[in-house]
């Protein structure tokens, strides 16, 4: 597991800082009628703005042959994670995932917002209200010596509360020097399990969930998951930095 030295602490700060800003903007620019690659390109000039760079843009994972072709992630409706910008047409009623990864000279800080366009159903809101929740129960667990298991019993019982299908295989991650490292911070697990967090760790922690199947299935672009049986979904992230005290939340959002 890798942990960010103290000199290096203000650059990742700054990295969840302009993170936090460029999905504030695409929060309050985003609307019925744009394309999602409108926002791919007002994320791209802000990086260039803010002297920063996409963590996603040409990212593959270990042995992967396909590179993210991004800046962002825009997963629509049924789109879990890793919606690639393009000609898709956002419409009233839609749930938009808006995910973002920032590298700011040499440190990568990560977070995501699910936004609706317009009136959704109650069942949606409940949907994204539970992943936020869970986030924030998840943080306020962070302390060093405390079991990863203890932060993923939590999120899972926050989200089954709100009676919110898990997907199994995804979660949070470490984050820091490398857009994706360990440890994988599952949405479900047992209390005093896993590893125990360190001063000096960048942990992505990412709850997400679905209203229906908790099964899904990889598209032919190679990176975006879709529900099985398209049933909508939502996920929330902020990437903290672990400190004596606790949790430093690096990306939280202006209000």
Known sequence: MTIVKPEDYDKLREAGRINAQILATLREIIRPGMR?????EIACGLL???????????????GGKHPYPGHINVSV????VHGIPGKRRLNKGDVVTLDCGTNYQGLIADSAITVTLGPVPDSVKR???ATEEALEIA???????????DISFAIQLTLEKYRVRIPPQF?????????????????????NTGDSLEVGMALAIEPMGMLGSPNTKLMRDHWTVVTVDKSVCAHTEHSILVLERGAEVLTRLPR
């Not at 260039?48 to 270990?62: D, K, R, T, V």
């Not at 943080?139 to 298991?149: A, N, S, T, Y």
């Open 48 to 62: 260039h703005q803010y002297g920063a760079e996409s963590a996603f843009l040409n990212y593959a994972f270990p």
């Open 139 to 149: 943080i306020q667990l962070v302390k060093p010596g405390r079991k990863l298991g």
């Open 127 to 129: 949907l994204i209200h």
């Open 171 to 191: 979660g949070g991650h470490g984050v820091g020097y490398k857009l994706h490292t360990s440890p994988h911070i599952s949405n479900w697990g047992k209390p």
């Open 77 to 80: 409706n049924e789109e879990l």
């Open 36 to 40: 999602t690659i409108e926002l791919d």
